[in-house]
């Protein structure tokens, strides 16, 4: 024992004398970052690798065209994975097919019995009961109810969180969670219970119960209105709520198939399908009109502004900050903030939002906290609301000396994200729409659907729909990377302009073509890409309409089809003098554009010519554009993704020694 005693003693003792303890290392526990994650070859599958760098920009020879809108200009551009082919209808139609089943599951799930109906989503292991699974989604509390800097103390339970309360199972007035109006006997008697004594899971007969209910019912009876609670399943269902209620804490289960050609998902199905009177001989259908894809995006531009500091004090800060000095790390005072001095607001369209309500102390009542509340009798806590959720967030804190470090957020993060919806099926009527008395049907027929042309660019894609496709593929593969406890990388976005056209020219920077010559045949006369030759003659260059999307030989960078073909998105915005007013580093031009805004602002540019396009619009330096909210049987598009690291032109090097050098410093 005495041994053993000498031994701990011993390792503790070595552990103690550590060298680097007590010395700047960096946080620890943090992996090395390998580039090997984003897969094969150490790149996205699919994609080819473009390091950092400049360029010279802009036409090659002289503006025939005498537009004047891109004239030589230097771009740095720091490093990015660029799709090495256009988006192929296949690789399209696995977004549609995904939006297609996640619409299915959802419907299968609300409309199929009990046992059915858990097959379409994964049930957790520990579902939350309230207020658990609640307290899940409580997150940050800067809108109502913790301070930073003030403890649990026995003054007061001002200062106590919400995600606090509702652990220990307090329930307010009319049975409510509510950390304001506080019953101190009620708190007193869900304090005594302790943690491990409250049931947070469920078994399976309680998830049944649940999910033999279509929704919630306030009145505690399940969806037979002559029930009663007769059964420990219907009193779960009462405080549970149905399959409605609990969606948001159910994951789709994806490894259940669905048989669309099964008479019985049909029948449950029946309105995806396109209706009898609008089939074609009878034929059964997916309405593609109903598959509407919602996703989101951050609106980090709107996010980055800030509003006018006021440098000067006012008397009500200096007798509140006499009155109690913690109050000073308040970050939104009704009195001292929402007079629009402080900050100037980012908008003016009057809605509102809960301002922090931690200001004042709670005052004892007897056996009740109460709100305190002014001369008027209006409440000073909890119920005060902030004007504008545009108005800065004061992060800082003012010293006794009057010194303020101004340290800014914004008091609603939730208005710089972005909600979309967007139809994904594409318009492949627009092989019609595009040309006129010209015979188009059988393209638009099946262009898109047919395996004949899996491997051929998708068109008939908005500008809009290609952004979309975006944010869906980056979730996908997001999703992989987690379920492999790898690390999140950038996201698949559109190119801006500048780099789709250093993509282009394969850092060939003086090079009218993506192949490197001034010339658009080879050696031996025949055609580099897939256009317009010849004053019309199609078929001169191998292709008539599209071609697939592996055609034609690769630039220097290993990108295919970057010249003719189809002419594809870029994220910019398009306007003529971009190039005189754009920043040379990471140069980008983006312009949100709104419903009502002039259309010449709904603009956006497309690099690379199409098969119907003449040889000028395959340059590498050649620019125009499209609406975003049209789609053309001639423009399709492809991904990018921003390289996490330095960037430079050996990849090898940043994947092996630089990343030994980062183990040694861990």
């Not at 360029?55 to 660029?82: C, E, H, P, W």
């Not at 040309?435 to 998708?458: G, I, L």
């Not at 801006?496 to 490197?516: F, H, K, T, V």
């Not at 554009?593 to 199409?610: E, L, M, N, Q, T």
Request: proline share 4%; hydrophobic share 30%; net charge negative.
């Amino acid at each position: 024992m005495r041994k053993l005693l000498v031994l701990a003693l011993a390792v503790v003792l070595f552990a103690a004398c550590d060298p680097v303890d007590g010395n700047l290392v960096g946080v620890k526990s943090r992996t090395s970052w390998y580039p090997d994650v984003l897969g094969p070859g150490k790149v996205p599958y699919g994609m080819v690798y473009i390091a950092s760098g400049a360029f010279q920009a802009g036409q090659n020879d002289k503006d025939i065209m005498g537009l004047y809108s891109t004239r030589t200009r230097t771009v740095s551009l720091q490093a990015f994975y660029m799709d090495a082919s256009e988006i192929s209808n296949n690789e399209y139609r696995q977004f549609v097919y995904w939006v297609r089943d996640s619409i299915a599951r959802e419907k299968l799930y609300r409309r199929q019995s009990a046992d059915d109906a858990e097959q379409w989503v994964n049930v957790p292991e520990e579902f939350f009961r309230d207020p658990y699974r609640s307290i899940m989604d409580l997150g940050s509390d800067v809108l109502g109810g913790n301070n930073a800097f003030d403890p649990l103390n026995s003054k007061g339970v001002e200062d106590l969180d919400k995600a606090y309360l509702a652990i220990l199972g307090y329930k307010g007035a009319g049975g409510k969670t509510d950390i304001f109006g506080i019953d101190k006997r009620k708190f007193a008697e869900s304090s005594k219970k302790k943690r491990s004594e409250i049931d947070i899971t469920m078994n399976t007969d309680e998830i049944s119960a649940i999910l033999s209910g279509y929704g919630n019912n306030k009145s505690g009876k399940t969806d037979d209105a002559d029930s009663k609670d007769k059964t420990e399943q219907e009193k779960v269902l009462k405080t549970e709520g149905g399959r409605i209620e609990n969606r948001k804490y159910f994951q789709l289960n994806w490894d259940t198939p669905i048989d669309y050609s099964d008479p019985e998902t049909q029948l449950m199905l029946s309105d995806m399908y396109v209706s009898k009177e609008e089939s074609f001989y009878k034929n059964t259908q997916i309405d593609t009109r109903l598959l509407f894809y919602d996703y989101y995006w951050v609106d980090y531009k709107e996010a980055s502004k800030r509003g006018k500091v006021m440098t000067s004090d006012n008397g009500f800060r200096r007798s509140l900050d006499a009155m109690d000095p913690s109050a000073r790390r308040n970050p939104l005072s009704k009195d001292d903030k929402s007079n629009g001095l402080h900050r100037a607001t980012l908008t003016n369209d009057g809605s509102m939002v809960m301002y922090d309500g931690t200001l004042k102390p709670f005052e004892d009542n007897g056996d009740t906290m109460v709100i305190p509340r002014s001369k008027g009798g209006e409440p000073l806590i909890n119920e005060s609301f902030l004007e504008n959720p545009g108005l800065d967030l004061d992060l800082g804190y003012t010293n006794s000396k009057g010194q303020h470090n101004a340290i800014r957020g914004h008091t609603d993060r939730s208005r710089y994200i972005i909600k979309e919806r967007i139809n994904v099926y594409p318009d492949t009527l627009c092989w019609v729409r595009d040309f006129t008395y010209s015979y188009h049907d059988p393209m638009a027929e099946n262009y898109f659907w047919h395996t004949a042309y899996d491997n051929y660019p998708v068109v008939g894609v908005t500008w809009c729909q290609a952004k979309a496709f975006s944010v869906w593929r980056t979730q996908l593969y997001h999703s992989w990377l987690l379920a492999g406890g790898d690390l999140y990388v950038n996201d698949f976005r559109l190119p801006s302009e500048m780099e789709w056209e250093r993509a282009a020219r394969g850092d060939l920077d003086l090079s009218q073509y993506p192949w490197g010559g001034p010339y658009i045949r080879n050696a031996n006369g025949c055609f580099l890409a897939n256009f317009k030759p010849m004053r019309g003659r199609y078929f001169e260059d191998g292709g008539f309409h599209t071609v697939k999307v592996y055609s034609y030989n690769p630039n220097a960078f290993g990108l295919y089809c970057m010249a003719g073909n189809v002419a594809e998105w870029c994220n910019s915005a398009f306007d003529e003098s971009s190039y005189e007013f754009t920043h040379d580093l990471n140069t980008e031009f983006v312009y949100d554009a709104k419903d009502d805004d002039h259309p010449v602002k709904k603009r956006k540019v497309i690099r690379g010519g199409s098969w119907k396009d003449i040889g000028y619009y395959l340059q590498n330096g050649t620019r125009t554009f499209e609406y975003q909210d049209t789609a053309k049987c001639y423009i399709g598009f492809r991904n990018v993704m921003t390289h996490l690291g330095r960037g430079g032109k050996d990849l090898d090097a940043e994947n092996g020694e630089e990343i030994q050098m980062d183990i040694q410093l861990k």
